[in-house]
């Protein structure tokens, strides 16, 4: 509900100022009863300031323009198809474009190839590629761009004449730009809105599933997963690790509740036999004291000799009976205790399968978020502490040349190659994480700068001596890297950033180096 005009009674000598005409629309809003939203304020701001009250999109008028608007050809009919998608977008550089160019190709028919084939005519060579390069173009379209798939084979059709002008090809073209430009668009906002959206799921199955911690790993890994840039192959990769999981945690979890029944099971069998050794102790007890009434009225030996007899009995009774539970009892703390070691091994390997979602599938150090996690420990222990922590940033050299080369089977060896040599060389203290694509990072605690330095020096040395062989030829792998020890204040991005600075100061001065950073 918009805001009616009334008088206002404003001096023009003396006009309001904008924060006192916002403030004044505030009001106006809490005094009509109207809802904050945008269109509303923007009516009372427009009726206190004495400005006309527009909309901010007027998508009804260009309804009313676009139907209004005739085509008179096919170009100009993709156009006004343009024109609608715009408007539901309330995009006005998709208006633009799609006036500008049906308003461009109205006083032009649409291409006659035949006459065209008397101009001067492209070379043949450069039409055949260009078609190959439209073709190759159409499966990535899908089936949501009919339009534009319709003019790419009517360009395809033109390329593949004995003879065809350039100015029919440019005619084509001209049509495909603005669909292209308005398809592009659409197809940003679609990938946008989709990633929020797919966001906002996993951050609810976060929210929603406290109690299962082992989900959290999961989590995680889909969330850098589909942080930007994305590519198929983290995604792939993200795909199988996140597979892997969950079916070892299928798995786990429904042994983890078959066990927690049958400890609900032993446990109401342990709580049954107490209450009948309770029950069979009330009763030996009211015997007893039944016999010993009993003894207290005899007058003779031989009268006594049969409630002795009822006494011991009633004594072996007992004693058998307790016998028999106390071994039950056993049993079941025995069963008990077995499966409370059952439900901890399946709860650890449930933290171990959620691990996998920390670490990197290709070479099992750390990924990005679990260098997170151990960056947010270091640096909390060293402030603990007071104590020094370097982080490095290394970076293979030529690993472009070496994936082009052999192949990426290779390049991906060729990490694995040097996480391995790294493992074997770095202290238990150390941490390993796989940064993105070749870079790894390293954190070293309770060192300084050039003590980082001289590490990494020493982890080159012992890269060149280990053998990696790509089809059958020995590579030498080397990698540049940079290293800054963290300030007090400092947080860990801007130490990586640092040590990043001083790698590209390496790969500048030579390759195969180590600076500080």
Excluded at 57 to 75: C, G, M, V, W, Y
Excluded at 145 to 152: D, F, Q
Excluded at 391 to 405: C, T
Aim: hydrophobic share 40%.
């Amino acid at each position: 509900m918009l805001c009616h005009p009334k008088p206002i009674n404003m001096s023009m000598n003396e006009p309001k100022q904008p924060s006192e005409i916002a403030r004044e629309a505030l009001k106006r809003l809490a005094v009509r009863h109207l809802a904050p939203t945008p269109a509303n304020y923007q009516a009372c701001y427009n009726e206190i300031a004495n400005l006309p009250n527009l909309p901010i999109f007027p998508e009804a008028p260009l309804r009313e323009l676009s139907l209004a608007l005739q085509a008179r050809n096919e170009s100009q009919e993709r156009h006004l198809d343009n024109l609608s998608a715009a408007i539901s977008r309330r995009s006005w550089d998709g208006v633009k474009d799609a006036l500008v160019g049906f308003s461009t190709l109205g006083e032009r028919p649409a291409p006659n190839l035949a006459a065209a084939a008397s101009t001067t005519s492209l070379p043949s060579e450069f039409c055949g590629k260009l078609a190959r390069f439209v073709e190759c173009l159409l499966p990535a379209l899908g089936d949501g761009e009919s339009r534009i798939v319709e003019a790419l084979e009517e360009l395809i059709g033109a390329l593949r004449l004995p003879s065809v002008s350039a100015g029919a090809v440019q005619d084509i073209l001209g049509g495909l730009a603005h669909q292209a430009t308005g398809a592009a668009e659409e197809q940003v906002e679609i990938r946008q809105s989709l990633l929020k959206l797919l966001h906002l799921i996993i951050e609810n199955i976060s929210v929603l599933s406290l109690e299962d911690s082992w989900l959290k790993g999961q989590v995680d890994g889909l969330m850098a997963g589909v942080s930007p840039p994305l590519n198929l192959r983290s995604l792939d990769e993200v795909a199988s690790r996140l597979r892997d999981v969950m079916e070892k945690q299928g798995r786990a979890k429904l042994r983890s509740v078959e066990a927690q029944e049958e400890m609900r099971k032993m446990l109401a069998a342990f709580v049954e036999r107490l209450g009948s050794m309770n029950r069979s102790s009330a009763e030996f007890e009211g015997r007893i004291v039944e016999s010993a009434r009993k003894i207290e009225k005899v007058e003779s030996i031989e009268a006594l000799r049969p409630l002795l007899d009822e006494v011991i009995v009633a004594t072996r009774t007992m004693i058998e009976e307790t016998a028999q539970s106390r071994e039950q009892l056993k049993e079941l703390q025995d069963k008990v205790v077995l499966t409370e070691a059952e439900l901890m091994q399946l709860h650890q390997e449930l933290d171990n399968a959620s691990a996998l979602a920390r670490n990197d599938p290709l070479t099992d150090v750390l990924n990005r978020k679990g260098l997170e996690e151990a960056l947010a420990r270091e640096i909390a222990s060293m402030r603990r502490r007071n104590a020094a922590l370097s982080i490095s940033l290394l970076d293979i050299d030529n690993f472009k040349k070496l994936n082009d080369r052999f192949g990426h089977d290779a390049g991906d060896r060729a990490l694995i190659h040097l996480a391995d040599c790294a493992r074997r060389n770095m202290r238990p203290s150390d941490t390993l994480a796989r940064y993105g694509g070749e870079e790894f990072v390293v954190l070293m605690p309770d060192t300084l700068l050039e003590q980082g330095i001289e590490t990494m020096a020493r982890l080159q040395r012992e890269l060149t001596k280990a053998i990696y062989m790509a089809d059958n030829e020995k590579i030498l792998i080397t990698f540049s890297a940079g290293v800054a020890e963290l300030a007090a204040e400092e947080s860990g991005v801007d130490a990586i950033r640092r040590a990043d600075r001083a790698m590209y100061l390496a790969k500048r001065a030579g390759k195969n180096r180590v600076l500080g950073g």
